[in-house]
Nanobody, 115 residues
């Protein structure tokens, strides 16, 4: 069982920045994959970014060049640095990890970008 706790969401003006954190109960080096997703009101949850072993990263086109995913294995924490935020980035953000055959989700953190 893996527990994930997100933090760092809030209200920010367009063009501003936020950094989300996802603290994991297990060792991140043991996870098969880690990433961030988001769900805007009335929309389906969508993938935002992922990070794999060796530091490989990948991003959705909508956030490429503005968001950066990273991990600190000494703190068992994953981050999402979000810069140049847009109104359309408003959503609940969830972290996700794959451990063995299972996916685990955090409770979500709200990000609201005012235009």
């Amino acid at each position: 069982q893996v527990q994930l706790v997100e933090s760092g969401g809030g209200l920010v003006q367009a063009g501003g920045s936020l950094r989300l954190s996802c603290a994991a109960s297990g060792r991140m080096s043991s996870f098969n994959g880690m990433g961030w997703y988001r769900q805007a009101p009335g929309k389906q949850r969508e993938w935002v970014a992922r990070i794999a072993g060796g530091g490989y990263t990948d991003y959705a086109d909508s956030v490429k060049g503005r968001f950066t995913i990273s991990t600190d294995n000494t703190k068992n924490t994953m981050y999402l640095q979000m810069n140049s935020l847009k109104h359309e980035d408003t959503a609940v953000y969830y972290c996700n990890v794959q451990y063995g055959l299972y996916h685990y989700w955090g409770q979500g953190t709200q990000v609201t970008v005012s235009s």
